[in-house]
């Protein structure tokens, strides 16, 4: 589930570090001249603000990193402590939604309850009635329970996306898979049809016209090698080799030549078009070039009949973009774009997009195309 492109655990992050500076802010203000010490509370405090920043977000993409877990709960924890009012305690409930994903609900209630005992305690040491020490430890009991439950709404809401992501995932591999059922029997057993069918003439026509069986099995030669020539192209689309991340566009260059070679065997043409000088690419964005090039050439085998692919590899200052144009049967690219779009270029398309780039594919006169334009920085 996201809001404007955010899930709900980043605006609970985004508000309870912007509470805790604006009370941290409002507190120097009005009490540096009469307490000194309001002023080291509020430098420790900034600087705990922007390792929680830093830390939280990173928490959030790996939250089975156990010790990434308990350091930003910590700070938040000590954010809390430095807070100290209602509205900047929000940071308690990040502190108990990293326990609850990255540990247990029992981790989680342990330390809600532990945060209750310990409440009253500031109180009794300041030696403020009993009234008001009650009050505030059933004050602080409601807000503390309320936090648990926040954090527990946030991880049943992630869990609930992640198991959305999971059966997509799982219903869209269902449906290559279907589509390549499809295709091998379409294709290649349409083919082996044609080829027992032939050898059935030939033996027929064996005894009175041998000339005719013998163009009948040259018939089933000439089809037994174009089913070969499929059955490579299939099999390497839905099982391209690995290769090392590029790092440089030149790298990438050379891993295209690479992927070439590996389909030189199944008559396919290829051009490589690379950029007038090298550019180095950071990791992330290498991947997903990497990606998009072997996506690039395994669509074109999967949904079409090509015999020829271009790639076109381009920098700017600012920018890399990569062409992958195959070109082939025109009939083959209209009934591709009227088909879904599979689950590897979807994925690639997410990629892009979390890195702060973008993935097109169109149909083309000749065949289809698919770019991916990406920033040489780092999102």
């Known amino acids: 589930m996201t809001v404007a492109g955010h899930t709900p655990g980043f605006y609970l992050v985004a508000f309870s570090l912007v509470s805790v500076f604006l009370v ?12 000194p010490y309001v002023v080291a509370q509020a430098i420790v405090g900034c600087i705990l603000i922007i390792i929680a920043a830093i830390l939280t977000p990173r928490w959030a993409k790996n ?17 809390f402590i430095i807070g100290d009012v209602t509205i900047s305690s929000s ?10 994903r990255s540990f247990s609900m029992r981790a989680c209630l342990g330390l809600t309850i532990a945060f209750i005992i310990f409440s009253p305690i500031p109180y009794i040491l300041r030696h403020l009635p009993a009234e008001r020490v009650i009050r505030e430890f059933i004050g602080a009991s409601i807000l503390f329970i309320l936090y648990l439950f926040l954090a527990w709404f946030l991880a049943s809401l992630e869990a609930g996306a992640e198991r959305e992501r999971a059966l997509a995932i799982e219903a869209a591999v269902s449906k290559e898979q279907t589509a390549a059922a499809r295709m091998l029997h379409d294709g290649l057993g349409q083919q082996l049809v044609a080829i027992t069918m032939s050898f059935n003439v030939a033996k027929a026509l064996k005894p009175t016209n041998e000339e005719a069986a013998w163009q ?6 000439t089809v037994t ?28 260059v050379e891993i295209m030549k690479s992927l070439s070679q590996t389909f030189s065997s199944t008559g396919l043409e290829f051009r490589i078009i690379p950029p007038s000088e090298d550019q180095p690419i ?22 079409g009949h090509p015999t020829a692919i271009h790639f076109h590899l381009s920098t700017t200052d600012d920018t890399v973009t990569l062409m992958v ?12 774009s009227e088909k879904p779009e599979g ?11 979390h890195a702060g780039g973008t993935v097109t594919a169109t149909p083309t006169p000749t065949g289809f195309q698919l770019t991916t334009i990406l920033p040489l920085r780092e999102a």
């Open 24 to 35: 941290i802010m409002e507190r120097l203000v009005t009490g540096y001249h009469t307490f």
């Open 63 to 79: 939250p089975d990193n156990t010790p990434l877990a308990v350091a930003t709960a910590i700070v938040n924890i000590l954010l």
């Open 91 to 100: 940071v308690l409930a990040v502190a108990l939604w990293v326990v609850y």
């Open 216 to 221: 009948e099995l040259e018939h089933a030669r």
């Open 225 to 252: 090698n174009q089913a070969l020539t499929d059955l490579r192209r299939w099999v390497r689309a839905l099982d391209p080799p690995t290769t090392p991340t590029p790092h440089t566009t030149n790298q990438l």
């Open 282 to 303: 950071p990791t992330p964005i290498g991947e997903i070039l990497h990606i998009a090039a072997q996506e690039g050439v395994a669509n074109a085998l999967r949904h």
């Open 325 to 336: 144009e195959d070109h082939g049967d025109p009939t083959a690219t209209a009934s591709t």
């Open 343 to 353: 689950y590897g270029l979807r994925s690639l398309r997410e990629r892009a997009e």
